[in-house]
């Protein structure tokens, strides 16, 4: 029965219903990340992201007007007002005027305050304070209410974030700081691979079985080992800690990857194209910029996805190839640690600094998603 025209077999289904779950569990965090990055504090604490688009009861604490605006009504000094603007929807279910009981109160009842007189606070927050007396002091009657809101959406996360130049919060300096380090980081290796996987690939000289066996040992080799070196080496020939510094680290670590995945691509292209051009007098130089780069975007294109994506979220070789004391050239993931140590309560601050921080490598990938499956597989096949 299963070998029946027409009938699915079990393991497609198998493969659609895994591919389905892995796109829910990268995509529903992500979804969570933007939603947040758009709510307030007081929403984020009192409701999860996918609440957002409900009303949601929070616990606020507002203040009356100021003794100041008092009047004199029928030998009653009178301070009223509204808790929040005319054009917010608000229903109070509990109040008080104290912290340790926040809803020893419902809508439309009467307390006595501390320092004489009554308040009144009803379901839409109107309050009228009554007082024999004159009301003292700089400031008005705090009032702890209990109430539920509508949902509300905000850019003030991404000003903070991005452009608040006096703000401790700001990543706008990191935001660039890290495309400065990602995109030569990108590029360099990528041009310096070319060369190597055209002369591995087409080009004959003594020795190059070692190389390509070299190629790919230092696929396996952790990057962890060559951390300390490498920096004392900068550090020796005067590069220290800087962009050229983290530039050239990229470029080694990346490099072994960049070579073996194009290698493999131009390996793959048809043999009598580049003796056709060698029959009619073209340079091996010509051949490669000619021909070879052409035919190899997708594979270019499927190692600069890998590159930048490793580059723009990498925190390690940031951290010990770049990072100096005044965090002039701090970068973006480095920022989110520091935010993590400071600011580990204001949820709305990281959340917008996560997707800030994911947002461009979002981009990329979707924009070059169709060259990377090409450029994965060059060579598996023949």
Same mark, same amino acid.
């Given at each position: ?192 691979? %070319?060369? !190597?996987?055209? /002369? ?9 079985? $070692? @190389?390509? *066996?070299? =190629? ?82 997708? %594979?270019? !294109?499927?190692? /600069? ?9 990498? $925190? @390690?070789? *940031?951290? =010990? ?62």
């Amino acid at each position: 029965m299963d070998s029946f025209a027409g009938e699915k077999p079990a393991l497609r289904w198998v493969v659609h219903a895994s591919v389905l779950f892995l796109v829910v569990l990268w995509v529903v965090p992500t979804l969570g990340l933007l939603i947040s990055s758009f709510r307030t504090a007081d929403q984020i604490a009192t409701s999860g992201w996918w609440r957002a688009l409900f009303p949601s009861e929070q616990n606020l604490t507002l203040r009356s007007a100021a003794p100041e605006t008092q009047v004199l009504e029928d030998g009653l000094y009178v301070i009223q007002g509204k808790l929040f603007g005319d054009d917010q929807t608000v229903k109070i279910s509990r109040w008080g005027i104290s912290s340790r009981e926040i809803d020893a109160f419902t809508p439309g009842e009467t307390a006595e305050l501390r320092r004489g007189g009554t308040i009144t606070v009803d379901g839409d927050g109107n309050y009228r304070m009554e007082n024999t007396e004159e009301f003292t002091g700089n400031r008005g009657a705090r009032i702890f209410v209990t109430a539920e809101l509508p949902p509300e959406f905000t850019f003030d996360n991404y000003q903070t974030v991005l452009f608040d130049k006096g703000s401790s919060d700001s990543m706008g300096r990191a935001f660039f700081s890290t495309l400065t380090v990602t995109i030569p980081a990108t590029i360099i290796p990528i041009l310096v691979a %070319a060369f !190597a996987a055209y /002369a591995l690939a087409w080009m004959d000289f003594p020795g190059r079985a $070692l @190389l390509i *066996a070299a =190629v790919v040992g230092l696929l396996v080799v952790p990057l962890q080992l060559a951390l300390i070196p490498l920096l004392k080496f900068h550090l020796n020939i005067g590069i220290g800690k800087g962009y050229l510094g983290v530039w050239l680290a990229h470029t080694g670590f990346g490099m072994p990857l960049a070579i073996y995945l194009l290698r493999n691509y131009m390996a793959g292209l048809p043999r009598d194209l580049i003796e056709n051009a060698r029959v009619d007098g073209a340079t091996e130089f010509q051949i490669f910029t000619k021909l070879i780069l052409p035919l190899s975007f997708p %594979a270019l !294109a499927s190692f /600069a996805i890998f590159q930048f994506l490793w580059t723009w979220n990498d $925190l @390690l070789v *940031a951290k =010990v190839f770049l990072i100096d004391a005044t965090g002039q050239t701090t970068v973006m993931t480095n920022r989110i640690v520091e935010l993590l140590g400071t600011r580990g309560g204001n949820w709305e601050i990281l959340a917008t600094a996560a997707f800030v921080s994911i947002a461009v490598p979002l981009v990329v990938f979707f924009a070059m998603q169709k060259y990377l499956v090409r450029g994965l597989l060059a060579g598996s096949v023949k």
